[in-house]
């Protein structure tokens, strides 16, 4: 190895513990390069702390039975559609907060912080009040034989009913995004994640005084770590250790600010229920075919889920980069930042689709030795993966969309591309030509290379620009 290359490695060494530890807050000035990299990397490894949440629940739940596991993949298919709001929310409060922290108004990102709290947790009550008093029947709605819905209602009713921490773990992580406090969102769930490996096999198995509560268990290990998480967010933001501070004086209801964010984020609540809803569709679908099917699904989609996360967190370094460089009045710094990200994303995301391309039955059979349900699991991971490259540039652009606080534009595409185009051709495929789970697969691939080229087409247009939040 040369002396140069060893300077080089020293440097990325050095930018990664500063990444980590949050040291660089203006990311308006300076390298593009090192701006993507130092949000990148505690955004990265966030998502990946989320993605673990899954992996971990469905590790452990995979030993109870198969109807554990198709339990908790048809309950993640109807919370998705809780995520949808969260993330809609999310996406408001990262472009406003990160525009008011691009134009130095920090305590207008506080403000925005504090209503887009207030609002997150009236919505969570809402959806948790259902959850709470119907568990059994969101479970028949999904398809599900009454065997299953005995087993698993319970794990149902405390994942929906504490739906307020899957919110506020959202809501608040996007505020300190937007705000560029990364390194504070990814330390949050790795304090969540701990609580959470710890806490599975304790209730799901049983420990000492704590009886087995097989798949019920899962959810009380997971509602523990993530309201855990959640509470260390709201001290962080109250003693503002972080940019953003709130004080007890601050939690009032402010109309404007309010408005703004529910403008902003209606846009993005509408794109995320539209694609998460059309998961839920396709889940219907694949619970035709029976529960080994599903379960292999179901155990697809959280290994792909896994490697999406690093795409996801680049793909919100680009949100939090447009939002604050538009802030800054610097809308071409903006954009190139935008098509620096896919292009890293694109080189990572071609690299794993080969993994799951030769290795699909290898990292399936880490979780089941079934081989009904490896086979199906398999076929999901090469064929979805397969549009991977895709992928890498549809979900920078997307976010780069609503980082500018443009989320109408994402919405209008998502409607296409899912509902017009995806749920049609995979009941056709699958049901109507029986070919099977193999129609959604290619659905799905398809439907996401689509939403890349369209996506794409449009950002070139530039009028994500103008859009004032």
């Known amino acids: 190895m040369t002396q140069q290359s060893k300077l080089s490695i020293g440097k990325l060494f050095l930018y990664f513990i500063d990444a980590i530890s949050g040291k660089e807050k203006d990311f308006t000035t300076g390298s593009i390069r090192k701006a993507i990299f130092m949000l990148s990397i505690p955004m990265i490894a966030e998502m990946l702390m989320e ?85 059994r029947e969101i479970l028949g709605l999904m398809g599900a034989e009454p065997d299953l819905i005995e087993e698993g209602y319970r794990y149902t009713q405390l994942l929906i009913g504490g739906n307020v921490t899957i919110m506020l773990l959202f809501l608040i992580n996007a505020i300190f995004r937007g705000a560029g406090d990364a390194s504070i969102a990814m330390w949050t769930l790795v304090f969540s994640n701990v609580i959470n490996i710890i806490l599975d096999p304790m209730f799901i198995f049983g420990f000492g005084p704590i009886p087995e509560y097989g798949v019920m268990g899962a959810g009380i290990a997971t509602n523990i770590g993530r309201g855990t998480a959640v ?5 962080i933001l109250f003693f503002g250790w972080g940019k953003i501070k709130i004080a007890i004086k601050d939690i009032v209801f402010r109309a404007q600010v309010m408005m703004n964010l529910i403008k902003v984020s209606l846009g993005g609540i509408g794109q995320f229920l539209i694609g998460t809803s059309s998961w839920v569709f396709l889940m219907r679908i694949m619970s035709e075919f029976g529960s080994d099917v599903l379960a292999g699904y179901t155990l697809s989609i959280r290994v792909l889920l896994f490697t999406l996360m690093p795409s996801w967190g680049m793909s919100n370094a680009a949100a939090t980069l447009v939002g604050q460089n538009l802030g800054a009045g610097q809308p071409d710094r903006a954009e190139k930042s935008v098509w620096k990200t896919g292009k890293y994303n694109a080189i990572f995301m071609i690299i794993v689709s080969l993994g799951y391309l030769f290795g699909a039955r290898y990292i399936l059979g880490l979780f089941t030795d079934n081989s009904a349900v490896i086979d199906a699991g398999a076929l999901s991971l090469q064929i979805i993966t397969a549009g991977y490259v895709f992928y890498a540039y549809g979900m920078v652009v997307t976010q780069s969309f609503n980082g500018a606080g443009d989320t109408k534009t994402p919405t209008v595409i998502n409607f296409f591309c899912f509902w017009v185009f995806q749920l049609p051709f995979a009941y056709l495929a699958a049901i109507t030509f029986e070919w099977g789970p193999l129609g959604v697969f290619l659905a799905i691939t398809l439907a996401e290379v689509l939403i890349a080229i369209v996506s794409m087409w449009w950002f070139r247009k530039g009028k994500w620009k103008m859009v004032k939040v």
């Open 51 to 135: 993605s673990i949440f899954a992996l971990v629940d469905v590790a452990y739940v995979s030993q109870v039975s198969v109807n554990a596991i198709a339990t908790v993949g048809l309950t993640e298919s109807v919370i998705t559609l809780v995520y949808a709001v969260a993330i809609g929310l999310s996406m408001a409060a990262t472009a406003v907060v990160a525009r008011r922290i691009g134009e130095k108004d920090t305590k207008g990102a506080s403000q925005a912080a504090v209503q887009a709290i207030m609002l997150g947790v009236v919505v969570a009550a809402i959806v948790g009040a259902i959850g709470i008093i119907y568990p």
């Open 231 to 235: 509470l260390g967010q709201l001290l």
